[in-house]
Nanobody
Framework: VQLVESGGGLVQAGGSLRLSCAAS????????MGWYRQAPGKQRELVAA????????NYADSVKGRFTISRDNAKNAMYLQMNSLKPVDTAVYYC???????????WGQGTQVTVSS
């Protein structure tokens, strides 16, 4: 499975961005996807997650009410709509996919999101 993120960039505080993640390869094996982020000097953290079959979504407390994760299984794509962005949201955002068999986890190369004050 290959994951490619797009949509990052520079935005002012209060603005919006929409990240996309395109999956290719053996996507039938994926049973969940998510977005993580890593700010300079900090550990990578979960932002939002969504299972393949739909249903519940999971958000970090810091982004609840501002970010929305979604999937388009027909297009093998996942999105992260980010509204009311804050400077603390500045980070490299990574697309993640999980499956029940080795190698269990896939990562994209990351896309930079910078929010200016």
């Amino acid at each position: 499975v290959q994951l490619v993120e797009s949509g990052g960039g520079l935005v002012q505080a209060g603005g919006s961005l929409r990240l996309s993640c395109a999956a290719s390869g053996s996507t039938f094996s994926i049973n969940g996807m998510g977005w993580y982020r890593q700010a300079p000097g900090k550990q990578r953290e979960l932002v939002a997650a969504i299972p393949t079959a739909g249903g519940y979504t999971n958000y970090a407390d810091s982004v609840k009410g501002r970010f929305t994760i979604s999937r388009d299984n027909a297009k093998n794509a996942m999105y992260l709509q980010m509204n009311s962005l804050k400077p603390v949201d500045t980070a490299v955002y990574y697309c993640n996919a999980i499956q029940d068999s080795w190698p269990y986890v896939y990562w994209g190369q990351g896309t930079q999101v910078t929010v200016s004050s």
